[in-house]
Structures are given as C-alpha cells and as structure tokens.
C-alpha cells in the first residue's frame, strides 16, 4: 500500500470516527432539556464539591432556570470546542459571576459528566467579556455604542443532515435597532471559554426548546468589544 493510499485510509477514518462520535453542544443541550436521561450521561462515582454520588440511582437532576432558552457562550465555535475531549463549562446568572464549573469528558465516542464545584468571580474564565456583556444587556445606550451599523443580519437555513445555507440577509441601523439582552432572571449563561483561551471573538448562541436558534458574533478591537454580526437559523 502506498503512502498516499495509507494517508488516505486514516483520514478516512478519523471522519468516520468524527461521524459517529456524540457532538458535544448537541450531549450538552440535550442535558438540560431532557432531565430524565441525566443520570445515564453521568461518569460514576460524580464529585460535586465535597459529596459523592457513587451510582445512577442516587443522582440529584441539575436544573437550569429555564432549559427552553439556553445562552452559550463560546470562542470562536462550538465546533471548535469538539475537538476536545475534555470541556469545562461555567453556568451562571451572569450578574455575579459567581456559578458552578461543570467538568465533562468524551469517553468512548459519547460525553459523560465528571465533577462539579462552585466557583467565584475571582476563578471566572472570562470575566472581562461577562462583565461587558452585563452592560451591555442592561444600558441601551451602550449597546448601541458597541455595535458596529450597518449590522449585517444572516438568515442561515439548516438541513436534516445539518449543513447550513445562506438564504437572506438584512442590515440593521440604529434608528431601527431593537435592543437585545442576554442576562436575566429566567436565564443563565453558560460559558464553554477555556483557561487560556485568549481569541479576540466571542458568539454568544441561544438554544430555544433544544434547537440552535441565533448567533451574536462580537470581537475585541483595542480590548473594547463589539457586537459585529447576527446569524439566524431556520429548519
């Protein structure tokens, strides 16, 4: 067998290993919406901070505020983060950046749960994008400061084999904006940002009742962020 025939066959492979192994934003959403099956996406004995749950059938569901509407912040991509096979995840209210740091794991070609600890807002991953985001979901005036017009808004339409389309675009205008916000009472943040993890973009993401539903893509120009693009997706 030659070189190119070897090269081939294991790339082959790899995207066939890549098809077949559980996408994690997929594992992820799917955690918190369908809270029967949580018990069996768990890596037994499960620490959270100082207890121990040491088999399925003692497992305490871990409930977001509202699983309908789950806010995602990631750099870059959630792609990106599937490349991984070990992801941190911090959930929080977003006001006080103090929340929970879940830590899961790719076992095999599917995503457990490992452990979970309480974290404060020194220990917070991405604190200086939080605390932007606060502000910006909170002062209209500043948000429209921090967007950059005309803002150019995808529509993007999503296959049953998930490849995705460009069908129509619009362009926003501050006269017409209307103001958006990401932190509330009913709704946490769950940030997919990595220790180190220093990209100068970020895309916030919204799940609505399990299905990707809009993409808000900012990035850093001189350590000030701006929201630059929207996406919307469609089935």
């Not at 899961?104 to 599917?110: T, Y």
């Not at 002062?139 to 400061?145: A, I, L, S």
């Not at 990401?182 to 946490?188: L, M, S």
């Not at 990209?199 to 609505?208: D, G, L, S, Y």
Request: with cysteine; aromatic share 12%; hydrophobic share 35%.
């Amino acid at each position: 067998m030659t070189i190119r025939a070897v090269t081939l066959l294991i790339f082959s492979l790899l995207t066939l290993e890549n098809c077949f192994s559980e996408q994690f934003s997929k594992f992820f959403v799917d955690f918190f919406v369908d809270t029967k099956s949580q018990a069996d996406k768990v890596a037994y004995p499960y620490f959270s901070n100082s207890n121990r749950t040491l088999v399925a059938s003692g497992w305490q569901t871990i409930n977001l505020k509202n699983k309908n509407r789950i806010v995602v912040i990631c750099a870059d991509s959630l792609e990106s983060v599937a490349k991984e096979d070990n992801v941190d995840v911090t959930i929080t209210n977003g006001a006080k950046l103090n929340g929970t740091r879940h830590v899961f794991s790719k076992q095999g070609k599917n995503w457990k749960l490992n452990n979970s600890r309480a974290i404060t807002a020194n220990e917070y991953t991405d604190k200086s994008f939080m605390e932007f985001l606060e502000r910006f979901s909170t002062d209209v005036e500043y948000q429209k400061k921090t967007i950059i017009f005309p803002l150019p808004e995808k529509t993007i339409q999503v296959s049953a084999d998930n490849k995705e389309t460009q069908t129509a675009s619009k362009l926003h205008m501050p006269r017409t904006w209307a103001p958006v916000g990401f932190i509330g009472q009913t709704t946490q943040i769950c940030s997919f940002v990595q220790t180190g993890e220093d990209a100068n973009n970020r895309r916030i993401i919204t799940f609505e009742n399990g299905v990707k539903s809009t993409s808000y893509n900012f990035i850093s120009i001189r350590g000030n962020w701006f929201l630059i693009e929207i996406e919307r997706y469609t089935k």
